[in-house]
Structures are given as structure tokens and as C-alpha cells.
């Protein structure tokens, strides 16, 4: 059986561009993934400077992590990015890539964008934080 999510967007707050400002989930297991890191397999920094390179290599080992659960990016229920930038425009682009990759369904839940002055790797410009709903 399947966890129920139920995402909202009430009539009372501002339009969004692909999240929704609510999700509820009906009582079942819940899956917490460690930040993904532009990392690959060795622990080797992927694209330095390059935020697209890094997108697609977060985006990998997110599929990887919520696929050793047993559940996908629509099971996603809550997720935080970190970008290295203050830059609106960087942030929207990062917003958008990952939106646009394979792990895009996870960013139409509870989301937050956030831009940091530095992450836990040199040359890290990304990180994604999800939450998923397991099935029961």
C-alpha cells in the first residue's frame, strides 16, 4: 500500500512556479536523505564550477538514494536546495535544472530554495536535501 500525499496551494497565498506551499501525508514511513552532493562514486567533486554538471550529478545520486528505498521522485514530500550563490538569477537557474532533470517530480512538493555563502565540499555549488513518503 501506498503512503497518501495530498499536495496543496491555498487560494489565500502567491502563485508558484511548480511547488506547492503544502504537503500532507497520511501516516506511513518516511525515508530522510543526507544531502546530495555533486559527488561521484570515489567521492570526486563533479563539474567544479560548473553548476549544470553538478545538477546532473546530484540528480544522479538522488535517483540512486530514493531507488534504494523503493520509491521515486513523485514520493518526495519536502526537499531544501542549497545554492552557492546570492545571485537571483543563479538561483532560478538551478531551480529550473533541476526541475527539467530526472529527478523534476520532487521539486512539485514542499520545497524551499536557498542561496549559502559556501558548502561542505570546495568547489561544491549544489546540494539537495529530500524527504520521501515510503510505502506502507
Do not use: K
Not at 540528480?59 to 521515486?72: C, D, E, F, K, Y
Not at 514530500?77 to 537557474?93: K, P, Q
Amino acid at each position: 500500500m501506498a503512503a497518501e500525499i495530498t499536495r496543496i496551494n491555498p487560494d489565500e497565498l502567491h502563485p508558484t512556479p511548480g511547488y506547492h506551499h503544502i504537503t500532507v501525508v497520511e501516516a506511513g514511513r518516511t525515508a530522510f536523505l543526507a544531502g546530495q552532493c555533486p559527488l561521484d562514486r570515489s567521492g570526486e567533486l563533479v563539474g567544479p564550477g560548473d553548476l549544470d554538471a553538478q545538477i546532473d550529478q546530484v540528480a544522479s545520486n538522488a535517483l540512486a538514494a530514493l531507488s534504494a528505498v523503493g520509491v521515486r521522485p513523485d514520493h518526495v514530500v519536502r526537499s531544501v536546495i542549497y545554492v552557492v550563490s546570492d545571485d537571483v538569477t543563479v538561483l532560478g537557474s538551478a531551480w529550473r535544472g533541476l526541475t527539467r532533470s530526472p529527478i523534476g517530480p520532487a521539486f512539485t512538493t514542499a520545497s524551499t530554495l536557498v542561496g549559502v555563502a559556501q558548502l561542505g565540499f570546495p568547489g561544491q555549488l549544489i546540494e539537495v536535501d529530500l524527504t520521501a513518503a515510503l510505502p506502507l
